[in-house]
């Protein structure tokens, strides 16, 4: 079995209205100093039966088809 985490953010120059909102809800509970927040997901994906590269390409793929949106989010594919 082969664990990945897979983290999906927003490209740079694509607003990031959540990432806004958490970044004022921290000044409002008083967490002074904080710069630009920026939010995305995270998944931890588990493949059994493969090697591991063919777990990276069936990672990829599910990125480009389902768990990111390649034109304004980035991925990225960690395997320890």
């Known amino acids: 079995m082969i664990k990945a985490r897979i983290t999906v953010t927003l490209k740079n120059g694509v607003l990031d209205p959540q990432g806004k909102a958490i970044e004022g809800a921290l000044g409002a509970l008083g967490f002074d100093g904080v710069g630009s927040v920026r939010q995305g997901k995270v ?12 777990a990276e390409a069936d990672l990829k793929a599910m990125c480009e088809k389902l768990l990111a949106n390649t034109v304004i989010e980035n991925y990225s594919i960690a395997i320890p």
């Open 43 to 54: 998944f931890d994906v588990e493949i059994q039966g493969t090697d591991r590269a063919g």
